[in-house]
C-alpha cells in the first residue's frame, strides 16, 4: 500500500474538517443539492467525453495510486545480468527453464527463446511499452478532466444559487438556502479537483514512468542478452537507470 497516498488524502480532508468544526457545525457544509450538480455533473461529462471502457477501467487504475508497488530497477538488473550470465554460459535456449512473474518479462524471454533477432525484438517489445503508456495516458487524462470539470459544475452551481436568490429576494427565507447552493458547490468543485483529482493523475503519472524505466530495461537487457552482450558490460550499461549514489549495490 501507499501510505503516502492514504496520508495525503485522509490529512486532507481532516485539516479541512477540522478548520469547518473550529469554525461552525458541519451540517451548514452539507448540501444535496450541490453534490449533485458538482459530482453528479463532473461524472456526466466524463461519460461523455470519454468511451464507457475507459472511464471503468479508470477506477481500476486509480487503485494503484493507493497499492502499487514501486518495480525494483536494482532487482530486475540482477535478473537480466543472471539470465546473460546463463545464456554465455548453456545458450539462449537455456532460458527456456527461467519463469518470471513479470508478463513483459515472460514475454521478452520467449522471444528470446522462439529466436527472434535483436532488432525485432526490440521493435515488438518497444511497441508493447508504447501501447502501456497510451493507455496509461488515457486514465490518466480521465482524471486531469475531473480536474477541470470538478470547479467548472462548481461555477455552474453558484449560477444556480445567485439566480435562485435573485429570484426570490422578496422572500428572505429563500435566500440562505440558495446562497448556501452559490458558495458550497465552489467548494466542492474546488476541493474535488485539488485534493483528489489533480494528485491522484500526478502519482499515476509518477508511477507509469517508473513503469516504463523498468520496462525499458528489460528492452535493452533482452536485447543485450540475444546480442550476445558480455554480462558484466550488460550490467555497466543498465546501471545508467539508476541514481549513481545507488549503483554501488547493483
Not at 477540522?18 to 458538482?38: C, N, R, T
Not at 527472434?116 to 497510451?134: H, R
Not at 445567485?162 to 458558495?183: E, K, Y
Amino acid at each position: 500500500m501507499d501510505l503516502a497516498t492514504v496520508i495525503g488524502l485522509v490529512g486532507g480532508f481532516a485539516l479541512i474538517l477540522w478548520a469547518i468544526l473550529m469554525g461552525g457545525q458541519l451540517k451548514m457544509f452539507i448540501d444535496i443539492p450541490s453534490v449533485l450538480i458538482v459530482f453528479g455533473g463532473t461524472l456526466a461529462a466524463i461519460f461523455v467525453k470519454f468511451r464507457l471502457g475507459e472511464v471503468f477501467s479508470t477506477a481500476t487504475v486509480i487503485m494503484k495510486a493507493f497499492f502499487n508497488t514501486r518495480p525494483e530497477v536494482d532487482r530486475v538488473i540482477g535478473q537480466l545480468v543472471d539470465m546473460a550470465n546463463i545464456a554465455r554460459k548453456d545458450g539462449i535456449l537455456a532460458l527456456e527453464k527461467i519463469k518470471s512473474e513479470d508478463v513483459f518479462m515472460q514475454s521478452a524471454i520467449n522471444h528470446c527463446v522462439d529466436g527472434a533477432d535483436p532488432e525485432f525484438l526490440e521493435t515488438v517489445l518497444g511497441k508493447d511499452l508504447e501501447y502501456l503508456i497510451q493507455r496509461h495516458q488515457r486514465s490518466i487524462s480521465v482524471l486531469d478532466s475531473m480536474a477541470e470539470f470538478g470547479p467548472a459544475f462548481g461555477m455552474v452551481g453558484t449560477l444556480i444559487g445567485l439566480v435562485q436568490m435573485l429570484a426570490n429576494m422578496s422572500d428572505p427565507n429563500t435566500i440562505g438556502p440558495a446562497m448556501a447552493v452559490a458558495l458550497i458547490t465552489t467548494l466542492y468543485g474546488a476541493i474535488l479537483a485539488n485534493l483528489v483529482c489533480i494528485p491522484l493523475a500526478g502519482k499515476l503519472t509518477f508511477y507509469s514512468e517508473d513503469e516504463r524505466l523498468v520496462r525499458q530495461v528489460i528492452i535493452d537487457g533482452m536485447v543485450g542478452i540475444q546480442k550476445g552482450v558480455n554480462p558484466r558490460m550488460l550490467q555497466e550499461a543498465l546501471k545508467a537507470a539508476i541514481p549513481p549514489k545507488q549503483r554501488e549495490a547493483v
